[in-house]
């Protein structure tokens, strides 16, 4: 195996992001893995994708970043080229719902929510809720409440497929319950009309925002009632600006990029590492032969921000190392040219 040369650089970048990516400086990341098989909607997260998905970090309370939560919340996410799954896991000592009636308002009662933001523009995004009865609510909001949005309940979220599972029982003070788990899944074809210009499905390394919420009603004293999110709001749930990112990957491009880099007659670029970062990341790349290796970045518009050559690079492995100390947060590009070859573009996050 040969030995990879480090060749550090210093990178020093001021810039600023277009759309909603440019409110994305505190929110968590989440890489969606895609789906290897189909996957079975019956509550359960059970299925090897499933284990093989990422966690979530717990969720937190709304407006409150000291407290930890009365109970447990965590979430994971997978896609196929139909669908974005969603499965939830809600630590419960007593699951509460009553509510059977499609659209009724769940979050008066146990229920989690999910908010979608395609194009990341803080606008037209869709809103579903799921209780543990498998009871349902969906909407799309034209922009937050707060900026004046209008909603349309009336707009129903059709093939979406729902199933629950329930370690305990439902609306019954005498025992004591362990936990519920749902999945979710829903079509692509159903979101299109909210972000028309992004890929459906998405393509690997798409970025979307998203928000997961639960609501714990099922203690008898109010003031145990919890407001919890994957990514802390500040407040309420319509705060588009502070959703989650959901970051697409494809396995397939994770699997291929495994393989011994010197097998390739072309440079090979790796995911920088670690990746989203706050101090410094690790670029690696491969190149079959002596090669001007340039680095090149750019924002998430395609505005060039930043470039750096090496010369006389031997065919082997090498690192840049990008130190972000003036990097201002946000997501942007950055591929690698050596002669006629330009790598495709990697995305890089910072904190």
């Not at 480090?6 to 895609?34: D, H």
């Not at 970025?207 to 145990?224: H, T």
């Not at 921000?305 to 947060?329: C, E, H, M, T």
Request: aromatic share 12%; hydrophobic share 40%.
């Amino acid at each position: 195996m040969m030995n990879k040369k480090l060749l550090y650089f210093t990178v020093i970048i001021s810039f600023s992001l277009n759309s909603g990516e440019a409110n994305a400086q505190n929110e968590p990341v989440y890489i969606v893995k895609k789906a290897s098989s189909t996957i079975n909607i019956n509550g359960i997260l059970d299925e090897k994708d499933w284990i093989n998905a990422d966690t979530t970090s717990h969720f937190v309370i709304l407006g409150n970043n000291v407290a930890p939560p009365l109970t447990t919340t965590w979430a994971k996410m997978l896609w196929d080229n139909e669908n974005l799954y969603i499965g939830m896991y809600c630590q419960d000592k007593n699951i509460w719902a009553q509510m059977t009636t499609h659209d009724a308002p769940l979050y008066m009662e146990d229920a989690v929510e999910v908010y979608i933001d395609a194009d990341q523009d803080g606008m037209n995004y869709i809103e579903f809720e799921l209780n543990p009865l498998n009871t349902t609510f969906d909407l799309w909001l034209t922009r937050p409440y707060a900026n004046g949005g209008i909603a349309h309940p009336d707009w129903n979220f059709v093939n979406v497929t729902t199933a629950v599972k329930i370690n305990g029982t439902i609306a019954d003070s005498s025992d004591v319950d362990s936990s519920w788990t749902c999945e979710m899944k829903f079509p692509f074809s159903e979101m299109q009309f909210v972000a028309p210009d992004m890929n459906y499905p998405p393509q690997n390394n798409d970025i979307w925002r998203i928000n997961l919420y639960r609501f714990d009603r099922g203690n008898p004293d109010v003031s145990k009632h919890e407001e919890t999110g994957w990514s802390q709001t500040g407040g309420g749930q319509h705060v588009p600006a502070k959703f989650g990112v959901l970051w697409f990957k494809n396995n397939i491009t994770q699997v291929a990029q495994t393989k011994d880099p010197a097998l390739s007659d072309r440079p090979v670029l790796f995911q920088n590492f670690p990746n989203p970062f706050r101090t410094s990341t690790s670029v690696d790349y491969y190149v079959p032969k002596a090669s001007i290796v340039t680095l090149r970045i750019f924002d998430m518009v395609g505005v060039p921000i930043f470039s750096i050559s090496n010369r006389n690079i031997q065919g082997g492995q090498y690192s840049f190392i990008v130190n972000a100390n003036s990097l201002k947060p946000g997501i942007y590009n950055y591929t690698i040219q050596t002669g006629i070859y330009i790598t495709d573009a990697r995305k890089m996050i910072v904190l």
